[in-house]
């Protein structure tokens, strides 16, 4: 069966359309509604990546001033540090495994402070960073914070031998 192609698939119909005012009117209505349907697409994608820089700085704003970890700075009068960055994080992670727990392990964290100097410690204490204890409502602390919630006032004067001016 051979059957032409009727109405406006044929090209013949769709140029005698197309040409007159009626379908000049149609295409122009149909190019506006495209363009306006990409302009409001555009808007719309502008108005997201508004809304999500807005939201990021806000949420980079919020951490910083509230839930925030503000290094210690090393003394540059004093002597440089006499452990690497790489010894303070090991030396962080045991001091955190031996209070983490039952027991506050003061002679484990005592050891691992002997022979630090403060520059020393500094380091040790921004790799300790903030860290939350065994029970699930504390909030997260600085090792210094540690100290003070995990020892007596006798060990905290140990400690304050061994690394004066800190605690």
Do not use: C
């Amino acid at each position: 069966m051979n059957m032409k192609r009727q109405g406006l698939h044929n090209p013949a119909v769709l140029t005698a359309v197309a040409s007159s005012p009626q379908g000049q009117k149609a295409i122009a209505t149909t190019l506006e509604n495209t363009s306006a349907g990409v302009n409001a697409t555009v808007s719309i994608v502008k108005g997201v990546l508004k809304m999500g820089l807005f939201l990021g700085v806000g949420y980079f704003a919020y951490k910083k001033i509230f839930n925030g970890f503000s290094p210690l700075k090393e003394n540059k009068r004093d002597r440089p540090s006499n452990i690497s960055t790489g010894m303070a994080k090991n030396k962080a992670e045991a001091i955190y495994s031996a209070m983490y727990g039952v027991g506050n392990g003061f002679k484990s964290v005592k050891q691992n402070l002997m022979g630090v100097n403060p520059n020393g410690f500094v380091r040790i204490h921004n790799a300790f960073g903030l860290r939350k204890g065994i029970n699930p409502l504390s909030k997260k602390m600085t090792l210094i914070e540690w100290f003070g919630d995990q020892f007596s006032q006798n060990e905290l004067m140990e400690l304050r031998f061994i690394i004066p001016n800190f605690f």
